[in-house]
T-cell receptor, first 115, second 110 residues
Framework: DTGVSQDPRHKITKRGQNVTFRCDPI?????LYWYRQTLGQGPEFLTY????????KSRLLSDRFSAERPKGSFSTLEIQRTEQGDSAMYLC?????????????FGEGSWLTVV | QQPVQSPQAVILREGEDAVINCSSS?????VHWYRQKHGEAPVFLMI?????EQKGHDKISASFNEKKQQSSLYLTASQLSYSGTYFC???????????FGTGTRLQVFP
């Protein structure tokens, strides 16, 4: 049973460039989440999907950020015109809600550095 | 909306016990606990659903008091491997996402 996988693990980009992160959730999980984490802070919710439907986006998510999950399996998070403030670890997580709860499992994260 | 954790940091010797608290101002459906080591992703520890649950495995256990919107994580006879930052993630009733607390940094020394 493979866990949540993210690619790339590290990305250094110049300010103004676009970047895209990919997430492959645990295979039977229908929910997929994106979080962002900066140093010394807890993960901050960005958006989540149930199957291919994007059900919620954080108000913190600017128009430069877009996420997709076209076939209800993998997901991509794109950041356009990156800014230095976008530097963070982007975490993907997945879950399959059951009666015993909605346990959310995180991937290893994708580190973004904007220079 | 973000839950508050206390204490912010704990320093222990191996074998000592610790309690980490998580408090929310919102009605909670569930509380999730994670441990994160530096540079790594959060690792799931346990989930507690409303109903006054208590759970535990090995020497780590937790309780959830939904009336007070509080949860506590208990670490007994701490080991070096317990070092890391502990986060509680709270699921507010009627939402499907976790909002994470401010974190508690735990350091265990030999």
């Amino acid at each position: 049973d493979t866990g949540v996988s993210q690619d790339p693990r590290h990305k250094i980009t110049k300010r103004g460039q676009n970047v895209t992160f990919r997430c492959d959730p645990i295979s039977e999980h229908n929910r997929l989440y994106w979080y962002r984490q900066t140093l010394g802070q807890g993960p901050e919710f960005l958006t989540y999907f149930q199957n291919e439907a994007q059900l919620e986006k954080s108000r913190l998510l600017s128009d430069r950020f877009s996420a997709e999950r076209p076939k209800g399996s993998f997901s991509t998070l794109e950041i356009q015109r990156t800014e230095q403030g976008d530097s963070a670890m982007y975490l993907c997580a997945s879950s399959l809600p059951v009666l015993s709860g909605n346990t959310i499992y995180f991937g290893e994260g994708s580190w973004l550095t904007v220079v | 909306q973000q839950p508050v954790q206390s204490p912010q940091a704990v320093i222990l010797r191996e074998g000592e016990d610790a309690v980490i608290n998580c408090s929310s101002s919102k009605a909670l459906y569930s509380v999730h606990w994670y441990r994160q080591k530096h540079g790594e992703a959060p690792v799931f520890l346990m989930i507690l659903l409303k109903g006054g649950e208590q759970k535990g495995h090995d020497k780590i256990s937790a309780s959830f008091n939904e009336k007070k919107q509080q949860s506590s994580l208990y670490l007994t006879a701490s080991q070096l491997s317990y070092s890391g930052t502990y986060f509680c993630g709270t699921e507010i009733a009627g939402t499907d996402k976790l909002i994470f607390g401010t974190g508690t940094r735990l350091q265990v020394f030999p």
